[in-house]
């Protein structure tokens, strides 16, 4: 009986595995920044949200639209601070 295998067996990383670098853990040189939060941006972070991608997919997906503004997320500190600023926005607007 012929066995064919449809896969290669030099799988060197896990299917679905991507190229993009982690988040970078903070540093103690991080800095506060100030967010540009707008409505585009922050329907689109719902939006985001509602899709439930991987961390890596949304932070990608945000700084293609922080960049303009000279902004991206890089860290986790960065992550973090951009997800208080949405916090904020949503409670100056009358969004939550």
Not at 24 to 47: E, V
Not at 66 to 93: K, M, N, S
């Amino acid at each position: 009986m012929s066995h064919s295998n449809r896969f290669p067996h030099r799988i060197t990383k896990p299917f679905g595995a991507s190229n993009v670098s982690p988040l970078q853990p903070s540093g103690s040189t991080t800095m506060n920044r100030t967010w540009c939060i707008d409505h585009r941006l922050y329907g689109t972070y719902q939006k985001l949200r509602a899709c439930q991608p991987s961390v890596l997919q949304m932070v990608k997906a945000l700084n293609v639209l922080l960049a303009p503004h000279g902004q991206t997320i890089e860290t986790c500190f960065d992550l973090e601070q951009f997800i208080d600023a949405i916090d904020e926005f949503e409670r100056v607007e009358g969004l939550s």
